[in-house]
């Protein structure tokens, strides 16, 4: 079982920056690929980013690729979101969610715990 917490939302500028935590509860969190999504209102929730357990491999959605960065501390089990030069577009709910794939999945039915979301919102 994996608890997830998020953190680090807030309000930013476009072209900003922001930071988002990802807190898990749980000894084997080192053994679960870590991704996170995004909803924003009226929409699905879509894909943004995902590491594997060591952290070897990274995949990200076309939209925040060269924007955004993924990482993790498995001695913190902590991922992180780093997030730069925000847009409008990128206004959403952020997640967190963990998945014994040992791959860097997009999808999110592949994911077996979810977080509760952050709110990150980029005004213009």
């Known amino acids: 079982q994996v608890q997830l917490v998020e953190s680090g939302g807030g309000l930013v500028q476009a072209g900003g920056s922001l930071k988002l935590s990802c807190s898990a509860s749980?000894?084997?969190?080192?053994?679960?690929?870590m991704g996170w999504f995004r909803q924003a209102p009226g929409k699905e929730r879509e894909f943004v980013a995902a590491i594997t357990w060591l952290g070897g491999n990274t995949y990200y959605a076309d939209s925040v690729k060269g924007r955004f960065t993924i990482s993790r501390d498995n001695a913190k089990n902590t991922v992180y979101l780093q997030m730069n030069s925000l847009k409008p577009e990128d206004t959403a709910v952020y997640y967190c969610?963990?998945?014994?794939?040992?791959?860097?999945?997009?999808?999110?039915?592949?994911?077996?715990?979810w977080g509760q979301g952050t709110q990150v919102t980029v005004s213009s």
């Open positions: 969610a963990a998945t014994r794939s040992g791959i860097t999945t997009p999808r999110p039915y592949d994911y077996d715990y």
């Open positions: 749980g000894r084997t969190f080192s053994m679960y690929t």
